[in-house]
């Protein structure tokens, strides 16, 4: 069982610079591919960033390409997101989710077993 918790949310204004945090419990965490979705008001909930195991592959959504940058912490059972330059269309519920194998099959929800509560992003112009 791996229960995660995001944080690092809040109000931040146009861009500004916000990294989230999601710490993980359970120590099979580091053999976990782990991911970052999003869901805008009134959207379905969409992929943005994924990293495997070892950090080796890291995977991003259209959305955030060449912009967002998503990293791990073994020792402290921690994956990042870090969001530069924010758009008002980055203002989202961002949640962190955990797929149990260790390489990257894709992006749809179903692959990820874990789920956190999920931390508001709001953008303010």
């Known amino acids: 069982q791996v229960e995660l918790v995001e944080s690092g949310g809040g109000l931040v204004q146009a861009g500004d610079s916000l990294r989230l945090s999601c710490a993980a419990s359970g120590r099979t965490f580091s053999s976990y591919v782990m991911a970052w979705f999003r869901q805008r008001p009134g959207k379905g909930r969409e992929f943005v960033a994924a990293i495997t195991p070892g950090g080796g592959d890291r995977r991003y959504g259209d959305s955030v390409k060449g912009r967002a940058a998503i990293s791990r912490d073994s020792t402290k059972n921690t994956v990042y997101l870090q969001l530069p330059s924010l758009k008002a269309e980055d203002a989202a519920v961002y949640y962190c989710?955990?797929?149990?194998?260790?390489?990257?099959?894709?992006?749809?929800?179903?692959?990820?077993?874990?789920w956190g509560q999920g931390t508001q992003v709001t953008v303010s112009s």
């Open positions: 989710a955990a797929d149990s194998d260790s390489s990257f099959r894709g992006t749809f929800l179903r692959y990820y077993t874990y």
